[in-house]
DNA sequence: ATCTTTGATAATTAATGGTTATCAGCGAAT
DNA sequence: ATTCGCTGATAACCATTAATTATCAAAGAT
């Protein structure tokens, strides 16, 4: 004897409204694809798990009881919502139907997003992205604890458990204020950085290592007083003279259209530059979602942005 | 291979959901009180059927995918809906709290279902009746064709088919005009009916045949010119002059508080009466019910209309 | 009367869902 | 580095459930 309340199985449910629509156990299972005394069976012990008798036999023909005419729509709304659990789970299955959360690097995803995202939308109306900043730090954490699903960082990233595919590589401009020196030289020599006050991001932004690791290459001194809070503020402060600074391609694309008080140089020496990729968990099982979206994300880049960033190829 | 699209086990959703609510399958799997093998098989095939994974599982805990976060939704409706499925069951279960078909004569529904109904209501507020007249024959026939579960009709019935617990009797008033000249006497002996003009209802009206059947034991004629639609034309008929009538006791009880223009009288002799009965079919899985509301409803008539009709005792 | 049709029943088999015992991978604590 | 405790997956087995076919009894139609 359970214990427990009994629930209907759905098989019943099923049965007793195919019963109760035809008005007949035999049509009913010619229906259904089954034999009669199944359908007897099955509703006799639903009937006794409901404590009420849903059907009136009878030699000739089959009734509703007053008690089942109610519980049939019911019944019938338990059958609604299963067919649209299964016609939301047909689509899904398709691929790139759903919503999925989306980590970008607050240095990155301004400035990209807005050029990929209705390309992407175009081309999958079902796909909704759910876009949250992060640092790359950040970002890698929540992906392994599931609060993203898939993120774009700056890579290299050595992670066993990360899946990782390359996005494109993106050059880093040196921006000097337009009374500067330096300015209207439309390439830099490293040694002429000698000196230079390198202004950049807080330390917990993965852009502040980056630009750090810059400076020791070519022999500037970071600005550790005075540190921006986003690329917007970097810009700021360097049109106000507080030094120099080195911003992201896309970042320089997008906001800077007129040269205003800033200016824009080349570094003359190995290529400046950040190279970004899409990562999701190895364990994911839409991995192969993924990759396609890396390629969609690849292609419309080239197309849309191909002069400023350098489109990397996937992993094949 | 079942060529049919396969529907899931309303299982697989309550451990789906289970699963996705505690991130664990071992947890769901002791709160469900099961095994936790049981529900690594159970959603594998669910996974299966769907075409898509619901659940990304490492060693270290268990995550919805994007998928699985999406079907979440429609799989918490499917629960939601099946609770109310047998929440609805468990509230029919208890009995009189749904909604029956009754079907009475227009003879009679409109002067004792306004007395008897709100009782009845009161007693069990969750109960609604369908209220439908028509005439005692299709009363029967409908009841046999399942478009009334339960009627009141004249008594006797004799079908084998169905069941009848007896209500009550109804007597049944002699009504002249008021210039008539027989008016004025409280009781008229059936030799004085000789030569009157009686009339009725339409021939297809059970009542009818009832007045015929007493005019013949009376002496009395019938006048089959002029006959009533309604017991309320019939009134008018003889307040017009055109003949005298036998009204039901409850008709005269609720319609004709003041005497006016008409004069109701007794037939000294034999009691002349109809009775009333409630009838079901003798395979309604109700029947229990039917037989408690026989006695609620004898019950009411009893205590508001006893003046009136003579209630019956109920088969036991 | 006879034949068809109704749902119920019985006996049997197939499938399903459950169990226990055990494993392999990971993380945390030693 | 190793151990321990946790995760979900797997295997082998068993109980239950749900289907099958064959048949029945009752009611209606012919």
Redesign the pocket.
């Known amino acids: 004897m ?1 214990t427990q309340p009994q629930t209907p ?1 759905f ?2 449910i099923e ?1 007793f409204v195919a ?1 109760a629509s035809r ?7 010619e229906e259904l ?13 639903l009937e006794a798990l409901l404590g009420l008798s849903l ?1 009136e ?6 009734l509703l009881t007053p008690e089942g005419r109610e519980l049939l729509e019911q019944a019938r709304k338990m059958l609604l919502a299963m067919r649209e659990f299964r016609e939301s789970a047909e689509t899904i299955s398709q691929g790139l139907q759903t919503t999925y959360k989306l980590g970008v690097p607050p240095t990155l995803g301004p400035y990209l997003l807005p050029r990929v995202l209705p390309a992407l939308h175009a081309q999958h109306h079902r796909l909704k992205l759910y876009v949250r900043e992060g640092t790359p730090r950040n970002l890698l954490r929540g992906l ?1 604890e599931g609060s993203y699903d898939i993120a774009i960082v700056p890579l290299p990233v050595d992670r ?2 990360l899946s990782v595919e390359p996005l494109f590589t993106e050059p880093l401009k040196f921006v000097i204020p337009a009374d500067h020196r330096l300015a209207g030289k439309k390439t830099v020599s490293p040694s002429q950085l000698r000196g230079e006050k390198v202004l950049t991001l807080e330390g917990q932004h993965h852009f502040h290592h980056q630009v750090q690791e810059i400076c020791q290459d070519l022999g500037a001194d970071l600005q550790r007083d005075y540190e921006g809070t986003s690329l917007d503020t970097l810009r700021q402060m360097v049109v106000m003279g507080l030094g120099v600074a080195f911003l992201p391609g896309l970042y320089v694309h997008s906001e800077m259209h007129n040269p205003e008080a800033l200016h824009v140089s080349e570094i003359k020496s190995k290529p400046i530059r950040r190279q970004h990729g899409l990562v999701w968990r190895a ?1 994911a099982p839409s991995r192969r979602l993924y990759r396609e979206l890396a390629a969609q994300i690849r292609e419309i880049v080239s197309e849309r942005l191909g002069d400023v960033v350098e489109v990397n190829q996937g992993i094949t």
């Open positions: 359970p199985t098989r019943q049965y019963i008005c007949s156990y035999r049509r009913a299972a694809g089954v034999s009669q005394p199944a359908l007897t069976t099955q509703i006799r012990s059907f036999r009878s030699r000739s023909g089959t392994s066993e458990d364990s």
